[in-house]
């Protein structure tokens, strides 16, 4: 991937050996005698990433955060005896310079590809090495198509540079691409397909077909990962690193309106407090961003407006008598009418030393992600009973009535950001453009909807703040 990398101002595995924090500074000379007072609202990895990135080059910092825990997506609540991730599923490498800097100063289990399976009209099959080799095949054809549309973009999702065979991506359907525009083993268009509908909750006749080839195409993203004590852990090892440094993070502060006010921006608060700083960077989904900013253009509201979202559910079950994270980790649903598929968690890195989170032996701890309308639709127990009956395809002597022990759900009405055809084009200035150059708009919806957009999105923020 061509991009305007952060540069690490120390080398990583020399700060991993003196336990120093990562400085990740920008290359040009930062006026450090009059720092900037900058607040960020909003938790999430868009927030986190722009907070971290204004600390190490000078800024003041303030970030508010309206729930109780630091995070978004990177949400984990333990069941089971581990912390089980009841947002973002897992993690890669490769996909921002902050993101690998944390990952890789937290304990992490790599996934197994071999160690995945998939249910097709009923029937659980193992991914052999064959079917494998022919996904790999389909994503080398989507790597060229990567870098043939790339050209001299910053980021792929960036709509400029201008370049006619990405444009050509974004008013095609993913459908059309995985299945007519180029020659894909039908094999493998159908397992890409169903990671896509998990991943977006979207109709694949209304998401551009960016978002296979940016997504798979990406041969320089590497290896995925549990954490240790679940994927939140990441959002936390960056929170406390914007502490150490100076920094203030502030939890259940629910932000009501942002506004410039003359040289400054006032932010105010449900709980009656009030913030004024020079910049603030809005990380918050584009649903929140357009009722609590002050001062949009027409055109800004109307992007905002456009933004659609899916919902999307994480059900997570503490089972027995099914098979383990070491031996199977995932299971993926190619029928359009099921659940998307499972994660299983047990490979993760437990919290050894405290005896009340031990996994008990012969259990295991399963999570469901969940698109379907008529599933969202059904209430936490029936939607748990529905999800415990389909594991039985994978281990037939799982009894779904009597194997799980517990369960959690975690529910997100707009969970899933919508990128339909165009949408860059149309949108994707207006949403990254600032309010008088004092409000700055970092949320996962300007680039693509997942950890890498987020970040990068942030990244922008941040850079943009310090070049005023």
């Known amino acids: 991937m061509k991009s305007k990398k952060i540069i690490v101002s120390l080398g990583l595995s020399i700060l991993l050996l003196s336990n120093l924090s990562a400085v990740f500074e920008l290359s040009e000379n930062i006026n450090r005698t009059n720092p900037k007072n900058v607040a960020v609202v909003g938790g999430g990895m868009a927030g986190l990433t722009t907070a971290i990135i204004l600390i190490d080059n000078g800024c003041n910092v303030t970030l508010l955060e309206s729930q109780n825990y630091i995070g978004g997506k990177l949400y984990s609540e333990e069941i089971g005896g581990i912390q089980s991730n009841l947002g973002a599923q897992y993690v890669f490498d490769a996909m921002h310079p902050v993101i690998d800097y944390y990952i890789n100063i937290i304990r992490k289990k790599k996934l197994n590809d071999l160690k995945t399976g998939y249910i097709e009209n009923g029937i659980y099959n193992n991914l052999t090495l064959l079917y494998l080799l022919k996904i790999m095949s389909a994503i080398g054809i989507m790597s060229e198509d990567r870098a043939a549309s790339l050209g001299d973009k910053a980021f792929y999702f960036d709509k400029l540079p201008d370049n006619q065979l990405w444009n050509q991506f974004e008013n095609m359907t993913t459908n059309y691409y995985l299945n007519t525009y180029k020659t894909l083993d039908p094999d493998a ?81 449900l709980d009656s407090s009030n913030y004024t700083a020079d910049y603030v960077v809005i990380a918050t989904p584009s649903y929140i961003a357009k009722n609590i900013v002050s001062g949009l253009s027409t055109e800004k509201t109307n992007a905002l407006n456009a933004v659609d979202y899916s919902k999307i559910a994480i059900v997570s079950l503490y089972v027995k008598n099914f098979p383990t994270g070491n031996d199977l980790h995932g299971v993926l649903y190619l029928d359009d009418n099921n659940i998307g598929g499972f994660l299983s968690q047990t490979g993760s890195i437990l919290n050894i030393g405290k005896s009340n989170r031990y996994l008990l032996k012969e259990t295991n701890v399963v999570n469901a992600i969940v698109t379907n309308e008529t599933l969202l639709n059904m209430s936490d127990v029936n939607l748990v009973n529905y999800v415990a009956t389909q594991l039985q395809t994978t281990e037939p002597n799982f009894n779904p009535n009597c194997d799980v022990i517990s369960y959690l ?19 994707q200035a207006q949403l990254q453009a600032p309010v008088s150059n004092k409000i700055f708009f970092a949320g996962d919806y300007i680039y693509s909807p997942d950890l890498a957009g987020a970040a990068w999105a942030g990244d922008r923020a941040a850079q943009a703040i310090l070049a005023q």
């Open 189 to 269: 268009a159908k397992y890409i397909a169903a990671n896509l509908k998990s991943e977006t909750g979207g109709d694949l006749n209304n998401l551009m077909g960016l978002m296979p080839v940016g997504w798979y195409g990406d041969l320089e993203q590497g290896d995925r990962y549990l954490l240790k004590d679940g994927n939140e852990s990441l959002a936390v090892a960056i929170k406390d690193d914007i502490v150490a440094k100076g920094g203030t993070v502030l939890l259940e502060k629910t932000v009501t309106n942002v506004a410039v006010n003359g040289e400054a921006v006032t932010i105010s608060c």
């Open 409 to 427: 759900i975690k529910r997100y009405d707009k969970g899933i950001v919508k990128f339909p055809l165009q949408y860059l084009t149309n949108y």
